[in-house]
């Protein structure tokens, strides 16, 4: 049985990345250069929007589960302690509706991802004018797809920006939460709390930046001043530390997340600019390794600082300082490259390696 479980998280978690890239490509196909920021920050609002009502929903339904496990195994010896219900519930009596948890959500997500997807491509596609002039009468190979990608400096350039960037960004996802119970001397509840905070700032970050940053500011400079003000909330994260007032580091996680927000938005749509319509698919999986790869270095390089610093400083406040300090110069460090990144001279040198000889 646990193999078996493992193999279907496994094909899950493959599924789900096999999706991801071709959606990320059909953006750069419905889109223009214009609007793409807009239409990223609806996405991508939408996903983490999702993401909540999901947590919410799932909390509601196993709390249920949970009633009706005790009224079910009432008669076995479901006890009550300090008003709390602890369950000591026979598995037969909560495998049915647990069972259907897992055929109503996965049913719920099929026909959801057939009503968002089925002739979007068809529809609103304008891959035919936004590719090579004259129409190639060879397909582009796999081989070609990677010959091109390589072929432009700015992939390798934007390619580090990247993992520099989500490095930095992710390094204090497995450490927020304990900052919050040793430094603050929040409970467990409490410190889980702690990213909602980050994501109610991630929200609107995501919204303000599609529909009024980018449009003003253009997307490098938008990723820019991402960059910077991450950098400075990181500051006031450890600052809050000081102060060891909770509602000062939820203060301070909205306002990092909202600076989050406006760096990621600016970046993904960027990345979407960097990108050739003929190979799409490629690049974006190109992007998406950079940020899975980025996202799995982080939480480890998060721990090994922490213990780093634990070992080096005497108190919590320094050592979680260490980790949120380096996230700062990291967020800096992207800027040079950042700096780098030329969007036109992308543009020309895949036109000309897409070009038939």
């Known amino acids: 049985m646990v193999a078996a479980l493992g193999a279907v998280l496994g094909f899950y978690g493959l599924a789900l990345s096999s999706s991801s890239t071709p959606f990320t490509a059909l953006l750069v196909d419905i889109s223009?250069?214009?609007?793409?920021?807009?239409?990223?920050?609806?996405?991508?609002?939408?996903?983490?929007?999702?993401?909540?009502?999901?947590?919410?929903?799932?909390?509601?339904f196993l709390k249920k589960v949970q009633q009706a496990g005790v009224v079910l195994g009432s008669n076995v010896g479901a006890m009550m302690s300090h008003?709390?219900?602890?369950?000591?519930?026979?598995?037969?009596?909560?495998?049915?509706?647990?069972?259907?948890?897992?055929?109503?959500?996965?049913?719920?997500?099929?026909?959801?991802?057939?009503?968002?997807?089925?002739?979007?491509?068809?529809?609103?596609s304008r891959f035919n004018r936004r590719s090579s002039s004259k129409p190639r009468e060879d397909q582009?190979?796999?081989?070609?797809?990677?010959?091109?990608?390589?072929?432009?400096?700015?992939?390798?350039i934007f390619f580090t920006f990247l993992v520099i960037f989500t490095v930095s960004l992710f390094m204090q996802e497995a450490v927020l939460e304990p900052y919050g119970g040793e430094v603050?001397?929040?409970?467990?509840?409490?410190?889980?709390?702690?990213?909602?905070?980050?994501?109610?700032?991630?929200?609107?970050g995501y919204?303000?930046?599609?529909?009024?940053?980018?449009?003003?500011l253009g997307k490098k400079n938008t990723s820019r001043l991402g960059c910077i003000l991450t950098a400075a909330c990181f500051f006031l994260i450890i600052l809050a530390g000081f102060t060891q007032q909770p509602n000062i580091l939820k203060y301070a996680l909205?306002?990092?997340?909202?600076?989050?927000?406006?760096?990621?938005?600016?970046?993904?749509?960027?990345?979407?600019?960097?990108?050739?319509?003929?190979?799409?698919?490629?690049?974006i999986g190109t992007w998406a390794l950079a940020q899975a790869m980025s996202r799995a270095i982080a939480t480890l390089l998060?721990?090994?600082?922490?213990?780093?610093?634990?070992?080096?400083?005497?108190t919590p406040l320094a050592a979680y300082s260490c980790v949120f300090a380096l996230q700062a110069v990291g967020m800096l460090c992207a800027i040079f490259f950042l700096n780098q990144v030329n969007v036109r001279e992308f543009k020309e040198n895949t036109k000309l390696a897409i070009a038939p000889s």
């Open 254 to 283: 909205v306002l990092f997340g909202a600076a989050t927000g406006i760096g990621t938005i600016g970046a993904i749509s960027l990345m979407l600019d960097l990108t050739a319509a003929e190979t799409a698919g490629t690049f």
């Open 83 to 124: 008003g709390d219900k602890l369950l000591n519930t026979p598995l037969e009596n909560l495998q049915a509706p647990i069972n259907s948890l897992f055929l109503i959500v996965p049913a719920i997500a099929f026909g959801l991802g057939l009503l968002g997807t089925i002739g979007i491509e068809r529809k609103y």
């Open 140 to 156: 582009i190979t796999f081989k070609e797809s990677l010959k091109i990608v390589t072929t432009s400096r700015q992939t390798a």
């Open 32 to 60: 223009e250069e214009k609007s793409r920021s807009k239409i990223v920050a609806v996405v991508w609002s939408m996903l983490l929007f999702g993401v909540v009502i999901g947590g919410i929903s799932g909390s509601i």
């Open 207 to 216: 919204s303000a930046t599609g529909f009024l940053v980018v449009p003003r």
């Open 184 to 204: 603050f001397g929040m409970s467990i509840g409490e410190s889980t709390l702690l990213n909602s905070y980050w994501g109610m700032g991630v929200l609107v």
């Open 302 to 314: 998060g721990g090994i600082v922490l213990d780093i610093g634990r070992a080096i400083f005497q």
